[in-house]
């Protein structure tokens, strides 16, 4: 087999695994690829140019966490995608046929926004914010150490396990430097608030969401790694007005924006929870071409290290059932 010829199938496998086409009854493709493995004992000496080992790479994330959502179309009408390395959230609906766009601000480098699929189940208007411990401790308490009015500046109050408001003068930020494990922090509702007019709610291990932000201006910048994790949506209001359409709920519009232009903290309870998937992908396919992103985390060299040897494995698979 010509190494044009090579590369040209183990191209080929790479788009049909990502777009979910490869099946166990595409015999001759996967025949082809298996055959191509038993004739060179490694694909890394085919020296494949970068923008075919990036897909590659990020082929396996597709295939193997199922983070394409090609499956789910006979499951579900709509879910969200969001991809990480693209800063954007997309909306699919299924039965319309339709995608929606939104940027994103994802989390920094060194808070990096995860990988994960949940699903939302409500969200609020005008929500208050339980500030986490982490940012709590690490940026806002020395903050306030050096500008002890720095909580009521910025429509934060203090409080200790027990519920009660704790003054933050200059004696009392000691007290609680010396023990800030016994204390919490909520932003009350309002534009200045760091969740926005909305958030949306899902069940996860690390403690995100996906919301509004009052730093709009963010969404002009062309990378926007900026975040402590949480995923900060453009337009979050006409995302919301979607969500309610989809749940069979779109007379509760009115109310919606009634409750944001008033600052009224309100739950909206979704009949039918909608998937949500978190990706990291830095190379996908359009019109039938790689297009690669940044690599913002730097984690396509960890793929690269196990992606040849889980490639064989899998193509070795699906020659079994064929």
Not at 13 to 38: H, M, P, R, W, Y
Not at 53 to 59: A, S, V
Not at 118 to 142: G, N
Not at 212 to 221: C, K, M
Request: charged share 20%; net charge positive; hydrophobic share 35%.
């Amino acid at each position: 087999m010509k190494l044009s010829m090579i590369k040209t199938y183990v191209y080929s496998i790479f788009l049909l695994c990502s777009t979910g086409v490869v099946k166990a009854q595409d015999n001759l493709v996967v025949k082809e690829i298996s055959t191509l493995f038993e004739e060179n004992a490694t694909l890394t000496k085919l020296n494949f140019p970068n923008s075919t080992q990036r897909f590659y790479q990020n082929t396996l994330q597709q295939v193997w966490t199922k983070a394409s959502d090609h499956a789910n179309k006979t499951l579900e009408a709509m879910s969200l995608l969001s991809g990480v390395c693209q800063f954007g959230l997309y909306q699919n609906d299924y039965q319309s046929d339709t995608v929606f766009n939104f940027k994103v601000v994802v989390g920094k480098p060194h808070s990096q926004t995860p990988t994960l699929q949940s699903s939302i189940t409500y969200f609020t208007t005008a929500p208050d914010w339980r500030v986490p411990r982490s940012i709590f401790e690490k940026e806002f308490l020395p903050k306030a150490i050096k500008n002890n009015n720095y909580f009521n500046d910025n429509h934060y109050a203090v409080y200790n396990l027990a519920g009660q408001y704790v003054e933050t003068n200059v004696a009392n930020l000691q007290e609680i430097r010396k023990n800030p494990a016994a204390y919490y922090v909520k932003q009350s509702s309002g534009c200045d608030n760091a969740l926005g007019v909305v958030v949306f709610r899902f069940a996860n291990a690390f403690d995100i969401y996906l919301h509004d932000t009052p730093e709009q201006r963010l969404f002009n910048e062309d990378k926007r790694a900026l975040s402590h994790g949480c995923v900060r949506v453009q337009h979050a209001e006409q995302l919301a007005g979607l969500l309610l359409k989809q749940d069979g709920a779109k007379d509760k519009n009115r109310e919606m924006t009634n409750a944001i232009s008033s600052l009224q903290k309100k739950d909206f309870k979704l009949n039918k929870p909608i998937s949500i998937k978190i990706i990291y992908l830095t190379c996908l396919i359009k019109d039938g071409l790689p297009v690669n992103y940044e690599d913002v985390y730097q984690l396509d060299q960890e793929l690269e290290k196990i992606g040849f040897t889980m490639l064989k494995i899998k193509i070795n698979e699906l020659t079994r059932t064929v």
